[in-house]
């Protein structure tokens, strides 16, 4: 537990936050680990979520009341927000959607409103208008912005934020993987289809926009090499059929594992570990792969230069040519794979944690409960 002291400005009746989270909002277990946080802080906390993210992340078991928000349609869920800020001591949102449902709910109340932007959404055309319309409205209905990598607190403060500050969200720590003697990784890999060749992992949703096209670009070139490394990619998602049918009409190294929830444990058997993602503010794969010490190769894009530091290959999305040579020279190179090893491990140790998210949050409102 945090020695942070609770702010002077809580007195004697403790402040009442409420934490309200969107349907698909990947920022669940993120708004778990501050709920905790906060009520072991003596906060009282109420969090507003589909039934779906309580059934998943437990927010009662955290100490939180729990509103569900499910109604189907927008004057509903402004309603049932509105009604569950009633008493509150301030508003913290995560996610635009969110932001914009909670700055609805508030409509005619001094309440200050925090808004965590955790992500940047993908749109083209004239929905890149109505995001930037949406952002432009969530800047500036909120007192303060925290965004959980560097461009995002740029992007805030473009699109018209008063107050927007770095609030790197902590992951939680992974579990190491069970100890296991050289045989039994051995047969891990050979389930996997490893033997005698390199194993590349990577993660993620399978869907278009995310970086699998240029990834499978560069796997072409390691057709070439002499054992060729295989490409692992756990994850499930609407474009699995598409890639698996490039996958087998051009003879790729790679294979689709589908859903795993056994990330830890493929990293302990990988060699590399690869991340090719157009944008990303805190990848988990990046996360874990660095507690682990497994040597990444990641574009260059959001919050992963500032996340991995010096402890990781870097290279420009949507460069196959870049990503293939920088695996290959790291497959030819142990030396340099030992020392991203140890760089990682060093990077991991030097992340802010929940005690620190949690402490950083306190003080954001301590200050607009105090003014």
Same mark, same amino acid.
């Given at each position: 537990?945090?020695?942070?002291?609770?702010?002077?400005?809580?007195?004697?009746?403790?402040?009442?936050? +409420?934490?309200? *989270?969107? #349907?698909?909002?990947?920022?669940?277990?993120?708004?778990?680990?501050?709920?905790?946080?906060?009520?072991?802080?003596?906060? !009282?906390?109420?969090?507003?979520?589909?039934?779906?993210?309580?059934?998943?992340?437990?927010?009662?078991?955290?100490?939180?009341?729990?509103?569900? +928000? =499910?109604?189907?349609?927008?004057?509903?869920?402004?309603?049932?927000?509105?009604?569950?800020?009633?008493?509150?001591?301030?508003?913290?949102?995560?996610?635009?959607?969110?932001?914009?449902?909670?700055?609805?709910?508030?409509?005619? !109340?001094?309440?200050?409103?925090?808004?965590?932007?955790?992500?940047?959404?993908?749109?083209?055309?004239?929905?890149?208008?109505?995001?930037?319309?949406?952002? !432009?409205? +969530?800047?500036?209905? /909120?007192?303060?912005? *925290?965004?959980? #990598?560097?461009?995002?607190? =740029?992007?805030? !403060?473009?699109?018209?934020?008063?107050?927007?500050? *770095?609030?790197? /969200?902590?992951?939680? +720590?992974?579990?190491?993987?069970?100890?296991?003697?050289e045989a039994r990784r051995q047969k891990v890999r050979a389930e996997l289809g490893v033997v005698d060749r390199p194993l590349l992992l990577t993660a993620g949703r399978l869907e278009e926009g995310r970086g699998y096209r240029p990834l499978l670009d560069a796997a072409r070139s390691w057709v070439r090499l002499d054992p060729p490394p295989l490409l692992a990619i756990a994850g499930e998602g609407p474009a699995r059929s598409a890639l698996r049918r490039r996958i087998e009409d051009e003879g790729l190294p790679v294979r689709l594992l589908g859903r795993r929830d056994d990330l830890p444990e493929l990293l302990a058997v990988a060699d590399l570990a690869v991340l090719s993602s157009p944008w990303e503010a805190r990848p988990v794969l990046a996360h874990e792969a660095l507690h682990a010490g497994v040597p990444l190769v990641a574009t260059a894009v959001g919050g992963v230069p500032e996340l991995v530091g010096p402890a990781a290959e870097l290279v420009p999305y949507d460069d196959p040519w870049a990503l293939s040579t920088a695996v290959t020279r790291l497959l030819a190179d142990p030396l340099r794979r030992a020392r991203l090893s140890a760089a990682g491990r060093v990077q991991a140790a030097g992340w802010p944690d929940e005690e620190n998210t949690v402490a950083q949050v306190l003080g954001v409102y301590d200050e607009l409960t105090a003014s």
């Open positions: 537990m945090s020695s942070t002291p609770v702010p002077s400005s809580y007195g004697q009746t403790p402040l009442r936050a +409420v934490q309200v *989270l969107g #349907s698909g909002s990947g920022a669940g277990a993120h708004v778990r680990s501050l709920t905790a946080g906060l009520v072991a802080h003596g906060l !009282r906390v109420t969090v507003c979520a589909p039934g779906a993210a309580e059934r998943e992340y437990g927010f009662h078991r955290a100490g939180a009341r729990f509103r569900p +928000v =499910d109604a189907r349609t927008t004057a509903g869920r402004v309603a049932a927000v509105r009604s569950a800020c009633a008493g509150a001591s301030l508003v913290h949102a995560h996610g635009l959607r969110s932001g914009l449902l909670a700055a609805l709910a508030l409509r005619g !109340r001094r309440v200050p409103l925090v808004v965590t932007w955790h992500t940047r959404p993908r749109a083209e055309g004239a929905a890149a208008r109505g995001v930037r319309l949406l952002e !432009r409205t +969530v800047a500036r209905a /909120a007192a303060v912005v *925290l965004g959980v #990598s560097s461009d995002l607190v =740029d992007r805030a !403060r473009e699109r018209g934020a008063r107050d927007a500050r *770095l609030a790197p /969200a902590a992951l939680p +720590v992974p579990a190491p993987p069970p100890v296991r003697d």
